[in-house]
């Protein structure tokens, strides 16, 4: 694959991390669980599962924090090639809280600034069409804040969104059936993939217990992982560890 290298520096790299709205199935309001119960009984006729009180709430424990409607986004982690050649920095910046209006506003700010011409900029992440940008975009509408340029795609035909770089779209090749995770990923393609105790299903347990830097610091090695894969994909040396970054706030250089 290629991809001219003049233009690294135009890519947002780009992870975020997702929580439930509450901690349970029962702080729901009753039209919520009403809602719920019916997503439920479609996951569980499928499957050919008898459906009960239990089941309802373990799937809403296991599953409620990937779906919009039902959740928030509490990490937004991005990252920049701050030069084209190997000898740049890779630097890392991460929005997180629990207050999602403050972290998707505080991202608007740096799209706004820095990413905001669907034509010269780009946004970079692994699974990011599927998952990344419409979740955001859903939770900007839910938030009534306006979108930014770079994820209001809502319409829009696939040549038309260009600007949205998939690592495992890439992999794809095509092949519309395959899904390949970042971690299967990076073992094949010889990335380095830093190991972590937690993974994308502890993400939900672990914010409820009050582990928010542990979610940033997972988030944020993910970020690495997805831009080295990246790089790894157009025939580009990634970056090493010692070219790693971390600065609050992104301080972006044109």
């Keep these: 694959m290629t991809f ?15 929580a439930s709205q509450v901690s349970s199935y029962e702080e729901m309001s009753v039209e919520f669980q009403r ?30 924090a990937i779906y919009a409607e039902y959740a928030k986004v509490i990490c937004i982690s991005v990252g920049y090639l701050d030069k084209d050649g190997p000898e740049g920095q890779f630097r890392v910046m991460s929005i997180a809280g629990d207050d999602e209006v403050d972290v998707l506003t505080r991202f608007s700010a740096l799209l706004y600034d820095h990413y905001y011409d669907s034509y010269y900029h780009f946004l970079c992440g692994h699974n990011i069409k599927e998952f990344d940008i419409p979740f955001l975009a859903r939770r900007y509408v839910i938030n009534k804040i306006k979108l930014p340029n770079l994820l209001n795609i809502a319409g829009t035909k696939p040549w ?42 502890d993400v939900n347990q672990a914010y409820w217990e009050g582990r928010l830097p542990e979610i940033v610091a997972y988030c944020e090695y993910d970020l690495i992982a997805t831009a080295r894969v990246y790089l790894r994909l157009i025939e580009t040396d990634p970056f090493s560890d010692e070219s790693v970054v971390y600065v609050t706030p992104l301080d972006k250089e044109e």
């Design 4 to 18: 001219p290298k003049e233009k690294l520096r135009r890519i947002l790299f780009l992870d975020i991390e997702t």
């Design 160 to 201: 038309q969104v260009h600007h949205l770089l998939d690592t495992m779209d890439m992999w794809k090749f095509g092949d519309y059936k395959h899904y390949s995770s970042l971690n299967m990923l990076c073992h094949v393609l010889g990335v380095p993939s830093p190991k972590m105790e937690m993974s994308g299903k």
């Design 35 to 64: 809602l719920w119960d019916t997503r439920a009984r479609r996951y569980f006729e499928q499957r050919s599962v008898e459906m009960d009180d239990e089941k309802v709430a373990q799937y809403y424990q296991d599953k409620s």
